[in-house]
């Protein structure tokens, strides 16, 4: 007689494996699906209705009156090409700007020196203060009428009048031979962009500086290469890729760039408006897409091109 | 090529001295080892050489010139280090031609002298890839080519075959002897391993704690060790050593160790009596019964390892 036994049968290891893959993906996946791909998709939808900001909790909120309103909106503004171009501009130079000034402040403090950890955490400061106060901070140094920058330099005869830099939008400085028409405002910016976040790129051009073996530039050295070839041939080969990483990160990050504009320019230069729900979330889908189609071309060149460099 | 000449050399590093008073003499196309243990100094020796590190005492000549006050550059001397230190991000040819490239020698040329090198060393087909995608003795050879392409004055080779297996290492030592009498360059070599160093040198420097023990042909430093380390650093199985007492009983010397009694015939030194310690290698000592030696002894395990079998006791 055979024995019968009545065992619940042992699921086999791949499936037990599978469950527990399930389960240990379920948090991370939950979390991404509420902060991430909800928000996308909610955003799409507002985009697509005529929403303004009276419309938030009321019931329309959810018909489907939808409409490409928004969207030709931002696109027929008579300023959207030079608003976006702006964008890019501001995006493209505050993001080089703060990665050489962060570049340059690391390979200063590589080498050993006296107070090295001092100054290594002092060049931090820029990004780690509040945005608040280094934004109140600058808009006072530059101020036309209180401003210490302007004071100082229509004192020594240097301006012949003070200079409003965050609230004109042209400077035109005429020299001798041409009349030169400078985006004021938004050089400004760009340069309060460079200094807040040159930090964030030099702790990370200062990890790696710090990774490259030394044995590296002892053989360049032997080799016969200057301190300039050094930085050229070794250096900068080995930070491609961390450079490269960093222009992505700073690149999205400047050009979402909202509150430090804000803070600095409170508008003035011709920035922010009306409360259109709508119309925002068309402006935030066409950054989306833009950022996108960015993102592509990025991973497509540049960072298979810095893959060739390890 | 040139000749080296390492006049009484000091350097320290804080308070720890890395090298008192060291003073070499390597010829022309002369192939000279560097040998001691970890931490004696000889790789601080050859950086001093290269010019990566400064002595705080003493002077580097170059065929009679000092050199201290030149850079590496000007010193016009290739190295090889332990971890090859390829650059990564370049292809084989562009690391063997960087020394070249970096001393703006014309493109062809620095074409035509890395293809030369790459032939030298059997590397052509190679020549497009990168360190990465090299084995550990493809990488060593990279790094053979990057100091040979430039015909400098003095190779300075950091332990080069350390990094590699136990077969290659044994291959690679003959090519290099080979590669030696081939240039006839004047090499300096920093090596822990007493293999290589008997049998790739023409002369063997032995190093400890900073200071040179020992300079002389391996046979020499085989034959005649200076001093009890130099003869138990040297030489595998290590050599015997045993304390005793020498006393003259008639024409000759004797020697009484703790329970055996050699008499000493032959020897080729000048006697006293008095506390000694003599050394035996262990291939010097035969099983017999010859009579004039009595020593025996209790075998605690025996190796036996291809024609040699090691004896402990």
Not at chain 2, 179 to 203: C, P, S
Not at chain 2, 294 to 306: D, I, N
Request: contains cysteine; glycine residues 6%.
């Amino acid at each position: 007689m055979p024995l019968k036994t009545k065992k619940k049968p042992v699921p086999n290891l791949s499936s037990r494996e599978a469950r527990l893959a399930f389960w240990m993906l379920a948090p991370a996946f939950t979390i991404v699906i509420v902060i991430v791909v909800f928000p996308v998709i909610w955003n799409i939808w507002l985009s697509l209705k005529p929403v303004l900001l009276g419309d938030l909790r009321g019931a329309s909120l959810f018909s489907f009156n939808l409409t490409l309103g928004n969207f030709l909106k931002v696109f027929t503004d008579p300023n959207f090409s030079t608003i976006f171009l702006t964008t890019i501009i501001y995006a493209t130079l505050g993001s080089v700007l703060s990665i050489i000034l962060g570049l340059v402040a690391a390979l200063l403090v590589q080498d050993e020196f006296p107070g090295r950890s001092l100054v290594r955490g002092l060049l931090l400061s820029p990004y780690i203060a509040p945005v608040v106060a280094v934004t109140f901070t600058w808009s006072f140094i530059l101020d036309p009428q209180l401003g210490v920058l302007n004071w100082l330099a229509v004192d020594k005869g240097l301006f012949s009048q003070p200079i409003p830099f965050l609230s004109q939008r042209w400077w035109v400085l005429d020299l001798p031979l041409i009349t030169v028409r400078i985006p004021l405002a938004l050089t400004s910016v760009i340069l309060f962009e460079g200094w807040r976040y040159f930090p964030f790129a030099f702790l990370f051009i200062l990890a790696r500086l710090q990774a490259i073996p030394d044995d590296l530039y002892q053989a360049s050295v032997v080799d016969g290469a200057s301190p300039l070839q050094r930085f050229r041939h070794i250096t900068l080969p080995q930070l491609y890729m961390v450079l490269a990483n960093l222009f992505l990160f700073r690149f999205i990050w400047t050009f979402n760039k909202f509150d430090d504009i804000f803070l600095l320019t409170r508008g003035q230069a011709g920035t922010f408006g009306e409360f259109n729900i709508g119309a925002s979330s068309a402006v935030a889908i066409v950054l989306f897409v833009t950022l996108a189609a960015f993102l592509i071309v990025y991973f497509r060149w540049i960072v298979k091109e810095a893959q060739d460099f390890l | 090529m040139a000749s080296l000449t390492v006049k009484n050399i000091t350097k320290r590093f804080g308070k720890i001295t890395a090298l008192s008073q060291a003073s070499l003499h390597v010829e022309d196309g002369e192939f000279c080892v560097l040998l001691g243990p970890s931490g004696c100094g000889k790789s601080t020796l050859l950086n001093i050489i290269a010019g990566l590190i400064s002595q705080d005492e003493g002077t580097v000549l170059f065929d009679d010139q000092p050199v201290d006050q030149l850079s590496p550059r000007e010193r016009d001397v290739a190295m090889v280090f332990q971890s090859y230190a390829l650059y990564p991000h370049m292809t084989v040819a562009q690391n063997i031609g960087f020394g070249l490239r970096m001393r703006q020698v014309p493109k062809t040329i620095i074409q035509d002298q890395v293809l030369e090198t790459a032939r030298l060393l059997g590397i052509e087909e190679l020549l497009d890839r990168k360190p990465k995608e090299l084995s550990g003795g493809q990488r060593q050879r990279v790094a053979m080519g990057r100091a040979l392409v430039r015909r400098p004055k003095l190779f300075l080779l950091d332990e080069p075959l350390s990094n590699l297996d136990a077969r290659l290492r044994a291959s690679v030592r003959v090519e290099l002897r080979q590669l030696h009498q081939q240039i006839r360059g004047t090499i300096t070599y920093v090596t822990h391993d007493q293999v290589e160093a008997m049998t790739l040198g023409d002369k063997v420097v032995v190093m400890r704690g900073g200071r040179i023990i020992q300079i002389g042909s391996p046979e020499i430093i085989y034959e005649r060790p200076a001093d009890t380390f130099v003869a138990t650093f040297i030489g595998s199985p290590e050599m015997n050593l045993y304390q005793g007492r020498t006393a003259k009983s008639g024409e000759h010397f004797s020697f009484q160790g703790n329970g055996f009694k050699i008499e000493l015939k032959n020897v080729p030194v000048e006697l006293m009596e008095g506390a000694v310690e003599i050394g035996m290698r262990p291939e010097d000592i035969e099983i017999g019964q010859k009579g004039d030696i009595v020593f025996q002894a209790h075998a605690e395990m025996l190796r036996p390892f291809s024609s040699l079998a090691s004896s402990y006791h």
